[in-house]
């Protein structure tokens, strides 16, 4: 196996990889960093990844470095140069900016709301229940698939997918973040373009695959 991965059966930003990796025939081993019981803060992962945050994904290629890779959308950068085809980004230049602008919409200005130590102290030193919790995600949520929404059904270089009819790098992140919603059965608003990208990744085999409930963990639905 070419590839290790520290994941969690629900994590977004870990189903980026997953996904980047199906898509373009490449297997890791998964290495479970149960989130749950916090060992993401434990001193050995914190030796993989100081944020104590997955995905962390170590090259095992020969000769490669065996410094843990981090950061999802690094990753996905990472995998797109070292394995091009098929690709996850367009050729043209502009195109490849506006596929990184809706990626960054979702995993730098929504995402990073969601995750447990985000969570731990709103719940542990702000007051916050578990209503106020789904009620946090739900605004969030709904604020940054709302603009996504609006982005991808006026504009036109958008088409079966996010960017075109090819699906990409954007629809990956799409989908770990319309996955926050499903896997916490949080109630959003309509988005009909959005609905409509992600049946179609629904139906694609490398989204199938690593659905949350599939990955090795998880509790049976
Ligand atoms: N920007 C990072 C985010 C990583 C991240 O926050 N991962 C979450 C899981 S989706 C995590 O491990 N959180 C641990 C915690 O919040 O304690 C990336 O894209 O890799």
């Not at 447990?116 to 949520?141: C, I, M, N």
């Amino acid at each position: 196996m070419n590839f290790e991965l520290y994941s969690f059966w629900r994590t977004s930003a870990t189903f980026r990889v997953r996904v980047a990796l199906n898509l373009k025939g490449l297997q890791a081993v998964e290495h479970d960093v149960d989130l749950v019981a916090g060992q993401q803060r434990s001193a050995d992962f914190l030796a993989i990844n100081p944020m104590g945050a997955i995905p962390a994904l170590i090259d095992k290629r020969p000769g490669q470095s065996p410094a843990p890779l981090t950061q999802s959308t690094a990753i996905l950068e990472f995998l797109e140069e070292a394995y091009p085809a098929p690709a996850l980004l367009p050729v043209d230049l502009h195109e490849r900016a506006r596929v990184r602008s809706l990626c960054a919409m979702l995993t730098a200005d929504t995402h990073p709301l969601m995750p447990p130590r985000v969570k731990k102290y709103l719940t542990s030193v702000s007051g916050f229940d578990e209503a106020a919790w789904r009620a946090w995600q739900t605004h969030w949520l709904t604020t940054g698939l709302t603009a996504f929404e609006q982005r991808i059904s006026t504009d036109r270089a958008s088409a079966d997918y996010c960017h075109g009819s090819q699906v990409g790098m954007a629809d990956i992140c799409l989908a770990s973040v319309v996955m926050i919603a499903r896997v916490f059965k949080l109630d959003l608003p309509a988005m009909p373009t959005v609905d409509a990208v992600m049946q179609r990744c629904d139906q694609l085999p490398a989204f199938a695959r690593a659905a949350p409930h599939l990955q090795q963990g998880a509790p049976k639905l």
